[in-house]
């Protein structure tokens, strides 16, 4: 159905109701069906529908990878050798052929993301709801409201499209999956002057979020992708994602290696005709050493680093999604952080405390009801300030395995610091939770700004009051001080205001108490019966900072990684809870979202690289600063848990939704999910980010060298062949030897490395460069070394042993050429034992950790070496790998000869510390 444009929807919360039914060609008694069934031809279905890649295509799209493309010429060779030279390598090309397909159904899975997000905001949507047309009340399908349909809703409802209201008792609605504001918002009909966030649009009501008291009516003004959800599904699905650094980083060194590997195979080819090699064998010894130095295993290894990792990471809390995203976490070099729940506890809590003339601070965060009051003598004014939050207060506590509350956040903080004065006086006289029955209330309204509440007293009966200082003092003639009922001047007033500013100072929230007696006869109240009340104190509150979030803070920066702060909150708060956690210290700068909304994003790359501050963000604030960041070649996580928190989650190179508070949007369209909502919990997984890098480098690291080392080998002998009897018929490792010892090495050997104890101080080091090759001189020197020390190995060892069978140009002893090159594999081996001790460490020498702190790489050294043995010694091993039984005599050289595979490491170990130290 034909989608034409609709209202902007920017402009509602600017015009009157009047205009508002004006410009939808409406009014208050609904649309005429004629009028709704033509705007449903001209506008389309209030629905979110993208176009979706098929599961074919997203299936097939998998195959699209360097490292796929390796496996499947791996498979290819090893057919190609069981069809053209009947080798029994079946098993291997199916062991091959099902690592490329658990790599495909892995990135099948984990493909879509986008999709999903979408499907979830999709069931956001309420099936049905009831609308006005015609003077009539009628229950509609929600996908059939068009622009101009009045809805109406009450307590519990799902909003099923952007309305604008013109009617609204008591209305309030849980808009934290589109704002990420934890407190239901109130909503009235007044115009707004001006621009303002989504969060500030109090006359609207946003498609998904949830009616949480009062009723109202609104005229509906966007439908399907012209509703603030659909423009957050129409931003998810047009976020393209950033590509991980390992995966670009591995794609660009697989692409290096398979052409280095083509060029070397088509030019051993070559020479090997040129020097009157037969072509057939020419062919198949190409091929030997094309699979010599393919590392077969290295895709599977790596992927088995990275799921590792992941499985660390979530017995840490932090459920990883993707798995290239484990090691993307360890070169990240901003975290950008939402505030509540993660920086801090989202638990509001009474922190401090004005009653009489008196400042109290109250010690403890959280909802537990344990803390101290300082000082701790509590005057008459305190008790009661304290009494009537407990009482002028609609929450409760909820005690099973923790505090929680049930209720507002601000009521509940109101509750702790009662019990927390019962608990510290010990005696039921000096408590404020005595049982008052309620007769009668106000309830809070945003307008009036304060609840009051009617108690049966003592012969009489008690109001209490609590809301804004302001309108709270305005109401009182008294306060009391020191037990005793005094006037309010103006130097009183003066002093009572001056405090509030004090307080408010602190990006404290703040609460007045008063209250008034009234005869027994008063069963119920209303706003003439507010006069005249006696002011008691003021209780301010916060969000306290976690203390885990101030110490993760503290270890970002010694990782070299910034903190940046983006919240929903105000200025004050946002400084104050910035400082307390030690981000942006030496900034005075805190930029909102009308200062950004305002930028170009040229002003606002400037800003982004000397701000970590922001508050009253908007979503679309997040998804450009994440972008700005980027563009400054920032590696960027970034904190979500609301619907509009998706598009910057999905830009961002790290998207990290809370398990906790997180929408199923946020969840869908991230890379991480934090099952504790804990910004500690990143930190750690930073750490095991760095860990998972530094292994999978160690793998490459040890891998390459090992494949070169019997690539050389190989074309050595090739090369030989013309001059050297003994390398014409035989190569010093078969084809079959060469792809166990790469598939089997990966295993027994590549597989343990990624089981080594995490390295000390790996949070005290700058962040590695993100454009950082994995090739570097370093790494070509070791695999240079490595590979000229095994290729040497081999041959002097086939060389030694079997020479002797030839005579001339005839072999006298071919019994002799099967052991010669049993002892030439066996060598091999032993070369990746010695060079494995060593590769546990890329810069450490081996001599600096203990051989038994790999428990995984001892038993699978163990197990490399009693499989030789059988491999030599046992008829089967003989028959599937052509090796024959050697004579005991026979190892001490091979040992010896295996030997320099660990020591010219740890010697150019030794150089590259003591050049380093000398350039310092």
Known sequence: MKQSTQPDRTLWYQLTTEDAFETLHSEQSGLLTEEAEARLGRYGYNEIKFKKRSALSRFLAQFNSPLIYILLVCAAITSALCILNDADLWMDTAVIVAVVIANTIIGFIQEGKAEASVEALEKMIVPGCTVVRGGKKIMLPTRELVPGDVVVMEGGDRVPADLRLFQAKNLSADESAITGESVPAFKKTDTIAGERIIADQSCIMFSGTFVTKGTGQGVVVGTGEKTELG??????????????????????????????????????????????????????????????????????????????????????????????????????????????????????????????????????????????????????????????????????????????????????????????????????????????????????DSEQQYMATLHEGDGKHIIFVKGSPERVLEMCQTRMVDGKIKPIDRAERDEILAKVDEMAGDALRLLAMAYREVPSENGSIDENDLMGMTFLGIQGMIDPAREEAIDGVAKCKSAGIRVVMATGDHAKTARAVAQKLGIGINEEKVVTGEELSKMSDDELHDVVADVSVYARVAPEDKFRITRALQKHGEVVAMTGDGVNDAPALSAADIGIAMGITGTEVSKEASDMILADDNFATIVSAVEEGRYVYNNIKKVILYTLPTNGGQALLVMGAILLAPFLTLFQDQLPLAPVQILWINLFDAVALALPLIMEPIEKDLLKKPPRDPDERITDPPFFRKVGLVSIVMAISGFAIYYHYGIPAIDGSVIVNPDLIPQAQTAAFTTVVLVHLCYVVTARSITESAFTFSPFSNRWLLGGMILTIITQLTIVYHPIGNAILGTAPLPLDWWGPMILFALPGFAVVEIEKWLAKRSASTRR
């Open 231 to 444: 423009r957050i599904a129409k931003l998810i699905t047009e976020t393209e994602k950033i590509t991980t650094p390992l995966t670009r980083k591995m794609a660009e060194f697989t692409r290096i290696l398979v052409v280095a590997i083509l060029i070397i195979t088509v030019l051993n080819f070559a020479l090997a005709v040129w020097f009157g090699i037969e072509i057939e064998t020419a062919f198949l010894a190409s091929v030997s050493l094309a699979v010599a130095a393919i590392p077969e295993g290295l895709p599977a290894v790596v992927t088995m680093a990275l799921a590792i990792g992941v499985t660390a990471m979530a017995r840490k809390n932090a459920i990883i999604k993707r798995l290239p995203a484990a090691e993307t976490l360890g070169c990240t070099t901003v975290i950008c952080s939402d505030k509540t729940g993660t920086l801090t506890k989202n638990q509001m809590t009474v922190s401090r405390i004005y009653a009489g003339k008196t400042d109290y601070t109250v010690s403890g965060v959280g909802y537990e009801p344990v803390g101290a009051f300082t000082p701790a003598e509590m005057s008459e004014e305190l008790k009661l300030t304290l009494k009537v939050g407990n009482f002028c207060n609609d929450a409760r506590i909820a005690h099973e395995n923790s505090y929680s509350i049930i209720g507002d956040p601000t009521e509940g903080a109101l509750l702790v610091s009662a019990m927390k004065a019962v608990n510290a006086a010990k005696t039921g006289s000096e408590s404020s939770n005595d049982p008052l029955h309620r007769l009668d209330e106000i309830p809070f």
